[in-house]
């Protein structure tokens, strides 16, 4: 009766890790290069993501990313985009959000092109960057 138990478990088991998503992950990445690049699975109600926040103002900067895992609802149809501003600086900035549900559909991006999803450390780093060279 044991063996016959931990068949099942095991069986189960295998259906639950089928069943997980596997996304790339990169904390930050910036003029083509991930700094904290590494593999993660994400939870039941989460898909893979890659989002990009870009500076209309500053056109030759290609912008800021990050990949991970979200929450299914952040992105509807596939992709979100929201808009704001820096005061602060003075300048207004995009963060595209792209979302995908197949394993490691959201490449690491080596090359510089858009990539993902913004966080607050990461857009306050650029608003440092920033208002340091408005100053140099």
Do not use: H
């Amino acid at each position: 009766m044991a063996k016959i138990l931990i068949g099942i478990v095991a069986v189960l088991a295998c259906f639950v890790m089928a069943e997980s998503l596997d996304c790339n992950k990169c904390i930050a990445s910036l003029f083509g290069f991930c700094f904290g690049s590494d593999n993660v699975t994400c939870a039941a109600n989460q898909t893979c993501y890659t989002a990009t926040a870009t500076f209309p103002s500053v056109s030759s900067f290609r912008g800021i990313s990050q990949q991970g895992c979200i929450i299914n609802t952040t992105c509807t149809n596939g992709s979100d985009v929201r808009n704001g501003s820096l005061p602060v600086i003075g300048t207004t900035y995009t963060v595209n959000t792209m979302c995908c549900n197949t394993d490691r559909c959201n490449p690491v991006n080596t090359s510089g092109a858009t990539s993902v999803t913004m966080s607050l450390s990461v857009l306050s780093v650029a608003a440092l960057c920033a208002m340091w060279g408005s100053y140099m």
